[in-house]
Nanobody, 117 residues
């Protein structure tokens, strides 16, 4: 079964930048919506940003102007460029995608992002 694989997490100082990437582990037909969610300790998993197959983008208010989502539909990959990182951005970041008319969901295992001095 195809899985989503994230990379690019790590430890960064406040004000720094990181880029997360996500790709499927095997061959798969084109995804519909792709995006990123995050979950901080003791909190629910929240939407960070999504991008449709047609390029429509949605951001959480907390990341607007700092994060940029992009995708390569030919490769079924999605990136999240994160700038001006804040300690409150610390969380496990999960890649998400949907496929087909049933919007079958796919999730990655998550990658830790820690913003701390």
């Amino acid at each position: 079964q195809v899985q989503l694989v994230e990379s690019g997490g790590g430890l960064v100082q406040p004000g720094g930048s990181l880029t997360l990437s996500c790709a499927p582990s095997g061959s798969i037909l084109s995804f519909g919506s792709m995006g990123w969610y995050r979950q901080a300790p003791g909190k629910q998993r929240d939407l960070v940003a999504t991008i449709s197959h047609g390029g429509d983008i949605n951001y959480a208010d907390s990341v607007k102007g700092r994060f940029t989502i992009s995708r390569d539909s030919a490769k079924n990959t999605v990136l999240l460029q994160m700038n001006s990182l804040k300690p409150e951005d610390t969380a496990v970041y999960y890649c998400h995608a949907t496929q087909g008319w049933l919007h079958t969901p796919y999730w990655g295992q998550g990658t830790q992002v820690t913003v701390s001095s």
